[in-house]
């Protein structure tokens, strides 16, 4: 993934558990487990401002690129 | 009651009214009774005008009522049509006194009346349908209506057009009346024949209104796919069975020219049938390509 989700080392840093983060953005577990995994195939705006919001952090911090190009692998 | 019993009950509703309305012997007396109510004296004349006033202003109450677009003012059209029709039902020597008047008149007063209250009935369900809160069950309720209509009219309007048929060629043919069987059979095999395709429709409306009702609750569901795939094959189906139905007529009666004394010749294309199997062939592909967005788009956090 081009794109990878640093989303667990801002959580460690702010003593926040993925549950306590659930409860406050509003989605489910699983859906934050697969975002945490970096397997999600996009992320809204409205749930990143949530979890910036709540985290107090950059988009940057839960969000970097690695430089390389990435296709997707299957489109609709 | 379900959403399909109500369609069923409100198309066989509509098919008893018209019947009703087009009973035009029913009419004609009506209209001698009121005659002879008018003749009987001061009171039975008053109550008479009382009558025709009272029927001819049922419709123009709606507008009064609840009128407020301009297909409204088709109730205030059907008053006056009631109003004359009723006054030259109990006048008929005020006609035409070369035609027999009561009959043709009471037919030309309850078609027009009829068209001029359905129109106005379209006009309002279509202004209707638009602000319908769930118009996957309208779409169904109105499937379920003409597959219910569809059945007893064509029904009805096939075993009238046999017996007809059958009377006419008798009344044709008073020489030889024991060599019109094979020419009944062959009315009465055809007639049945040009039944099973419409039947057959009947039932793609039935279906059509469950995929609607499915479309509504449970849109991208694989059951509503299978639903819009399995009418897609009926409807593909109708128009094998139609074509087939039209080839085998009009072989039979090639094959039994001799023994016939009326025939029937059909070309037939069930475009409409053909035209329906298509969009619903194109229905099932853009619930699948939704169906894929939106699960595309649940995958997006």
Same mark, same amino acid.
């Given at each position: 993934m081009a794109i990878v989700v640093?989303?667990?080392?801002?959580?460690?840093?702010?003593?926040?558990?993925?549950?306590?983060?659930?409860?406050?953005?509003?989605?489910?577990?699983?859906?934050?487990?697969?975002?945490?995994?970096?397997?999600?195939?996009?992320?809204?705006?409205?749930?990143?401002?949530?979890?910036?919001?709540?985290?107090?952090?950059?988009v940057g911090d839960i969000l970097h690129f690695d430089g390389n190009l990435e296709e997707p692998k299957d489109e609709v | 009651m379900t959403a399909k019993k109500a369609g069923i009950a409100a198309g066989l509703l509509s098919v008893l009214l018209l019947a009703a309305f087009t009973r035009t012997a029913a009419l004609e007396q009506f209209g001698q009774w009121?005659?002879?109510?008018?003749?009987?004296?001061? +009171?039975?004349?008053? $109550?008479a005008w009382g009558i025709v006033l009272l029927l001819s202003a049922l419709p123009a109450l709606g507008l009064v009522w609840r009128g407020r677009n301009y297909w409204d003012w088709l109730l205030l059209l059907a008053s006056l049509q009631i109003f004359f029709g009723l006054y030259f039902l109990i006048n008929p020597t005020l006609l035409n006194p070369a035609l027999p008047s009561g009959q043709i008149w009471g037919l030309v007063f309850s078609a027009g009346t009829v068209s001029v209250l359905l129109a106005w009935a379209v006009l309002r369900g279509l202004e209707r349908l638009k602000k319908a809160p769930s118009p996957g069950r309208t779409l169904s309720l109105l499937l379920d209506g003409a597959g219910c209509c569809l059945l007893c009219l064509t029904g009805w309007e096939h075993a009238v057009t046999l017996f007809e048929n059958i009377r006419r060629t008798a009344e044709a043919n008073t020489a030889i009346p024991d060599q019109l069987l094979p020419t009944d059979l062959m009315l009465t095999l055809l007639t049945a024949a040009d039944c099973v395709p419409i039947l057959l429709s009947c039932l793609v409306l039935f279906q059509g209104g469950d995929l609607a009702r499915a479309m509504e609750t449970a849109p991208f569901h694989a059951e509503t796919v299978l639903l819009?795939?399995?009418?897609?094959?009926?409807?593909?189906?109708? $128009?094998?069975?139609?074509?087939?139905?039209?080839?085998?007529?009009?072989?039979?009666?090639?094959?039994?020219?001799?023994?016939?004394?009326?025939? +029937?010749?059909?070309?037939?294309?069930?475009?409409? +049938?053909?035209?329906?199997?298509a969009a619903l062939e194109l229905l099932c592909r853009y619930i699948r390509e939704a169906k894929a967005v939106s699960d595309d788009n649940d995958s997006i956090i």
């Open positions: 640093t989303l667990n080392e801002v959580l460690k840093q702010r003593g926040i558990t993925g549950k306590e983060l659930c409860a406050k953005i509003g989605i489910t577990e699983a859906n934050l487990s697969i975002l945490r995994s970096g397997k999600a195939n996009g992320v809204r705006f409205h749930t990143i401002n949530k979890i910036c919001y709540y985290l107090d952090c950059d | 009121l005659r002879a109510l008018s003749l009987s004296g001061l +009171t039975g004349d008053l $109550a819009a795939e399995k009418l897609s094959r009926r409807c593909a189906e109708i $128009a094998a069975i139609s074509v087939l139905i039209c080839v085998g007529g009009n072989l039979l009666q090639m094959l039994f020219f001799s023994l016939l004394h009326q025939m +029937t010749n059909i070309i037939s294309f069930p475009f409409i +049938t053909v035209l329906l199997s």
